[in-house]
């Protein structure tokens, strides 16, 4: 069974990443060519050529117009995959084609669909519309993970980690001695987790940015949309001011939008996207430095602690117990709805092997 | 089947590196916490978090007092393993608490149990008492060999390695020429092979720390209590004086007690534990230097020669031939009782296992 | 079964490897022991002790006259492998000795025989006279390649791959959009390759080394003798001079010999050997250091690029696809031979076990 769900939405990408150089990144155990044409279209193919499987991102091959270029023996594709070119003869064989990926690239990210071709319109990309918001200002960044994604998942689903792992940064006491509240919409496949602290000590992460000086009402709603999208709606406010209204605005409070996109690269290894989006201090690059250099180091925090938990885990037999309480309970949801994502994919898979086997 | 035995005390530590700094050794592939309570007491627990299995000796873990902090999400254990306190809630669990490890201090060594906790309080730790004697001088080290522990019980077994491999520092001639006499007390588990070399030239290590210049009397006993504490009574004399009274008394001699302890750390790793015990030049520094670096080189010729020799024996297959002769009797008695112990405590293992399950 | 043909001749190394100090390859997955003997000859042995499997190449095991004593223990065995002395006792067992290989030096190469010893004579060592022929003079090396030997021989029997994997060195476009004729002689075990470009770029590897300056014939003879010797007798003309003579004398044309030796160290590693002999220029210094060096860096592009498909090849599942073209008609032949020869070889390999156990 693949170790992952397959018929979803991943991102692959920054949009930002993927130009005019050929670009791989693995996704689910698949290597992903990623290349902008001519005309600024995203395209996503395998990233073996079809002759003897070498790399077509690796050099010497590249780019030339809206071809690739195999550098081993100079196989040549097109966007749409199909060979246009071969050596030593001049009938390109009818068979000759990568296989392309759909992809789209929505809220500053470049998604790519790996399972079955045929599932991938019927369903939809989350959103994270803050990333590319003219209202919001956004630090972002990719951290590789050398651990299983599965294990940023029970880390992002679970804050009061923050109190211990990231004390001093964003962790304070009141996060992990607050109760949370879990919803689960087993329909729509996401997980709310929600901790609201009405009287808490304002971290660094938001005394600097925000320049509040006392204590706060600190606001953690949290959004997982299985697998991929992470969504941390962060609302901070002097404490005593004002709530949001009914209208939905909230002029008293501050808004910081924490996205994760969490993207098996293999069974053991995982792309670990994040972003952090405000709605103060736009324009003000100090803020900007300091909440990139900040969350950059929170994120290095748990990747030191996750690539440690999983050489525990891969060190150790199948069956080492864990003890889950209350905290647990959205990371356990989560855990359910990846498996059910993950039995639905595994047998999608099965039927796009043998397709592919018929295309090569 | 286990690789290793596990009804037996192993030395985890030298006492002196355990104190209020959070400590981790794997022992036969189990990883221990090591620490002290601020009564001075060692504490051996394991080093995995009950809730999501973080390793409680890795940053940002803690000792509070007597209570370890877990740096992932602030699970709390005192030193008897029971879980005092976890997050978001006030209630603990009744069954969270860790794997505990009977441990002893004795001879400056910390001893820990890895099998049936019943079983420990019935199994003799065997001594070596001159390690931390008034009437002796000691040096000591560990280092970490990637080979298989029995590697290194063959080669401390058969010391004629030591005129070829340790040539020039503790090897001579008459060490690989001069027959061995093997004993082995099955009931004790303990293996005796004894070379006494009427008439031998002084290696360097003796040399230099006795101030013998001529030819030597050179008695190397050793004593094998399975599997874990090696010691070679060394006594060196110069030729022609006078032998032992009948009452122990040797005045005439050089007495040097070489110990190792050899512990499993995993199925191809294992701690070199070594020490070097004198009784003379008890006051003598430069002695001291002299015999640590030295038995420390020496120690490492045999490191790098096991380590290359566990990568020849796992590139092989598991038939591979050896020949023995005279010199491997005391070597191939070591691997029946090994054996013998091994297989013991691998049934037990499988009670152990059930037992651990039902207390997580 | 083996991966390897086994009852074949392979290079060990080069006759200049082999002297005075013990050295040490694996060939086709064989620790594989050489030196001289004082009167000159090549001895091939077992690189591993009889007693407790240490290397005998292995530091401080050395040389003494025509006998190898073993660093750790002492045993010592003479150039027939027979073991001569053991430590602590007089008699030396009568099965005491050390699997030797039939081995030959011949075209500057030390060949040894892996398989059934008694296959050894009736097995012709295929030729390259050129390399120490006083006609020639001659450059070479040797790589080592993480990659199967397959790899390289798919590389090497299909050269379109200069065009765009040596671009700049030895490619030009006309390689690549050349046809190719190939033969196998089945009896033989032998590809022949040919392509033969009647008005080509000259590239930088033949332009400098010959001074011509403008388009040239170019012909490129392959003659692969499965599995070891890969022969390219490649031959450069200007465009319009006069052919070869029915003769064989060929005066006009600049003549150059590429000799492959490829070793299979590992399932997954090979020795990749290259030698450039050429006619010309023959006490020219300046050219000899620049076909060297040019072509290191050639085969050095082989190597980085046969490293990532094996990484590539590794890390996929059996059955993924290949699409072969006209270009692969020869490297396929040659992987039919090679499966011929490798299954021939495996039963051989059953047979050979049951003596080695009988010997040792």
């Known amino acids: ?32 060519l990623l290349w902008r044409t001519e005309a600024g279209e995203v395209a996503a193919m395998a990233d073996r050529c079809i002759h003897r499987r070498f790399p077509l991102s690796e050099t010497p091959s590249r780019l030339v117009g809206d071809s690739v270029v195999c550098g081993y023996h100079g196989f040549t594709y097109g966007a749409n995959g199909v060979c246009t070119a071969v050596p030593g ?10 296989n392309t990926y759909p992809v789209k690239e929505q ?11 045929d599932k991938a319109d019927e369903t939809l ?6 990333l590319d918001s003219p209202r919001y200002t956004t630090v972002c960044g990719m951290e590789p993970l050398a651990a299983r994604y599965g294990l940023l998942v029970d880390n992002l689903l679970d804050l009061s980690h923050e109190t211990y792992l990231h004390g001093g940064y964003i962790g304070t006491p009141e996060v992990a001695e607050t109760p949370i509240t879990t919803e689960v919409d087993e329909a729509a496949g996401v997980v709310h987790v929600s901790r609201h602290m009405d009287d808490a000590e304002c971290p660094p992460f938001y005394a600097k940015s925000t320049g509040i000086t006392g204590r706060i009402t600190r606001w953690q709603d949290i959004e997982y949309h299985a697998p991929c999208l992470y969504l941390l709606h962060s609302r901070i406010a002097p404490v005593g001011a004002p709530g949001p209204n009914a209208d939905g605005s909230d002029l008293h409070a ?3 939008e924490v996205v994760y ?28 430095d300091f909440l990139r250099e900040n969350n950059r180091t929170v994120v290095l925090q748990d990747v030191a602690a996750l690539d440690k938990l999983e050489q525990v885990i891969a060190s150790e037999s199948a069956g080492a117990q864990e003890l889950s309480i209350n905290i647990d309970t959205g990371g356990l949801a989560a855990r359910r709805l990846l498996k059910r994502l993950t039995e639905a994919g ?8 043998r397709q592919s086997l018929a295309v090569s």
């Not at 809220?107 to 071709?117: A, L």
């Open 1 to 32: 069974m693949s170790p992952f769900p397959r018929n979803q939405w991943y991102v692959a990408a920054y949009a930002h990443e993927v130009g005019r150089e050929l670009f791989t990144r693995t996704v689910c155990g698949e290597s992903v």
């Open 89 to 98: 003869q001049a009938r390109v064989p009818r068979t000759a084609r990568l």
């Open 107 to 117: 809220d500053s990210f470049v998604w790519v669909w790996i399972g079955e071709r």
């Open 125 to 130: 990309i989350p959103r994270s519309p803050w």
């Open 254 to 256: 501050f808004h910081v």
């Open 261 to 288: 996109a969490i993207t098996p690269e293999t069974e053991h290894s995982t792309h670990d996207f994040w972003a952090v989006a405000r709605d103060f201090a736009l324009e003000d690059q100090e803020v900007s």
């Open 346 to 353: 595994s047998e999608a898979r099965g039927t796009n092997e």
